[in-house]
Structures are given as C-alpha cells and as structure tokens.
C-alpha cells in the first residue's frame, strides 16, 4: 500500500513533525507486522527520526546543520538557483526513514518522531508512506 499527503511548511527552513499522519496510514493500512518507509521526493528536503518531545531538538538541528553547511559558501550551484546550502543538508540527512511495525504500530522509540526537514521553503512538500506487510 502506497499513500501521499502534503505538508505545506511556512519558513525558509522547518522541521515538521509528521508522525500523526504516518500512523494514521499505518491504522489504515492494517499490516500487524511489516515495514513503512516514509520518503521525500525532493532534492532539498529530508525525513529523519529524532525526539519530538522538544522542539528544540528540531532547533538544534537546524543550528548545526547551519553551522556546518553555509548559506552562501561559494557554493558552485548557487549561480543556478541560490539554494545548494538546501541541497547539501538534505543529502547529508537523506530522504527516506524505514521504521519496523509490529502489533499493527511503528515501533518508534519513547521520545521518537518522524519529521519531515525543509531547507527551501516555504514550500508545499509531498511525503510518500509505502506500507510492506511480512
């Protein structure tokens, strides 16, 4: 089973907690044990695991990212569209998480989320959950 939804972000950079709608997918898709992938088709945005207790794990996230990967660094594809910084933290993070399900639930831990991770925004960003029983 394979389902989208849009995230629509509202900054230049946000961390989004999309693990409501993920486990909404998995509900409906009735896989008792199995995997979900959640994946971002786009070349500046990414999904990771982290704690969503705090938001400002997601906070701090964004600073280190931002102190690792300039904005305007000499980046060679900012001639083309001034936005390689986006391209850089998005493969650095990558577009895909895979999360066990077991009980017909993520086996997310405690303090785990899912987010979804904008560098270009904002923007209207689709996020693809692919449910495999087995």
């Known amino acids: 089973m394979i389902q989208e939804f849009q995230i629509s972000t509202?900054?230049?950079?946000?961390?989004v907690n999309i693990t409501e709608?993920?486990?909404?997918?998995?509900?409906?898709g009735k896989v008792k044990e199995g995997i979900c992938v959640v994946y971002v088709p786009h070349a500046t945005a990414a999904i990771v695991i982290n704690e969503g207790a705090d938001s400002n794990v997601g906070n701090d996230?964004?600073?280190?990212?931002?102190?690792?990967?300039?904005?305007?660094?000499?980046?060679l594809h900012d001639t083309i569209d001034n936005n390689a910084?986006?391209?850089?933290?998005?493969?650095?993070?990558?577009?895909?998480?895979?999360v066990i399900?077991?009980?017909?639930?993520?086996?997310?831990?405690?303090w785990q989320s899912i987010f979804l991770c904008d560098?270009?925004?904002?923007?209207?960003?689709?996020?693809?959950?692919?449910?495999?029983?087995?």
């Open 10 to 15: 509202r900054a230049e950079e946000s961390i």
């Open 21 to 28: 709608q993920v486990e909404r997918i998995v509900a409906e």
């Open 61 to 75: 996230l964004l600073t280190a990212l931002n102190k690792m990967v300039e904005k305007h660094g000499g980046w």
């Open 85 to 98: 910084h986006a391209h850089i933290k998005a493969s650095l993070l990558g577009p895909s998480e895979t």
């Open 101 to 110: 399900i077991k009980n017909g639930k993520l086996q997310l831990g405690t």
């Open 119 to 134: 560098f270009d925004g904002p923007r209207e960003r689709k996020v693809i959950v692919k449910v495999l029983e087995g």
